[in-house]
């Protein structure tokens, strides 16, 4: 069994956690243009936490071992193969080992009001030139020509609750899926991203996807990179090619434990940097403490 991974680019304001996971030394950062969108697409419904109905693959698609003939493009900002997802609040790797993702930017989008998302998938035309162009460049070892591309766009979408149509609460991204048939490719493109003042334009993360290395296991489930085995989080457990290693490693000062999906894992909490003895507050970098509402 091949190791199940999860692609996870989050950009969301301070209010969160900021994570980015990807397969070693796949992942590639270069800019580069959207692929073309609109014209031809399918469009998904004006929903909020909505979803495609299932779309079947003009080819298959190997990811990380497993052959897909069959996709779904969720609302809040992902790519499912078995079943429609209405997932809006983004988690830590490692979380649910057994689902295949791709979430190039997982989020509670809501399109009711601002933005479409729409798809397409090619197996002629000037997007498979395109494609094969592209994979060359940053795969230059692989002589690849692409059979089939797959497009989903979500197009200057809002958040949820936001009605707003002013540029400033809209953003955009794309995923591109790319295969010869034996070689399969991730591509994320993004535009604007909303709501902070630092936006990004043409920024592109290429991933290959088709292979994989094996998994660990633990109590029958296909594991990730790392967990904690015990409620206190002191033995952090790491997946290798030699099977489970653990080692005490505790979370730091700045994380709390919490029940996952395979045992435990360290979660960032809130902190603030004060002790108080009333009347008197102490101001001191070195104490954390979490905030409890």
Known sequence: ???????????????????????????????????????????????????????????????????????????????????????????????????????????????RWNGVISYQQYTSGSVLTQATQDINQYFPDLSFSASWVFVATWDRVAYYYNSGTVSSSETSFQVVLISNGHLSFVVMNYGAIAPTQRYTYGCRWVFRTDHGTQGCQFNGNVLGDYFWSDAACQERCTCTTRGIQCSFEPCTYSQACRPAAFQYSCQNIQCFRAFCILPLCVFTPDLHRELRL
């Open 1 to 111: 069994m091949y190791q199940k991974l999860i692609f996870i680019l989050l950009l969301i304001n301070v209010q969160y956690c900021f994570y980015f996971l990807s397969p070693s030394d796949n992942g590639i950062i270069i800019t580069g243009p959207f692929y073309s969108f609109g014209t031809g697409d399918t469009v998904n419904g004006l929903i909020d936490d909505g979803s495609s109905s299932v779309i079947y693959l003009q080819q298959t698609f190997i990811f990380f071992g497993q052959t897909y003939n069959q996709i779904y493009v969720n609302s809040n900002g992902h790519l499912t193969f078995d079943g429609e997802w209405y997932s809006y609040t983004p988690y830590q790797f490692p979380a649910y080992g057994g689902k295949d993702l791709i979430a190039p930017f997982w989020t509670d989008i809501d399109n």
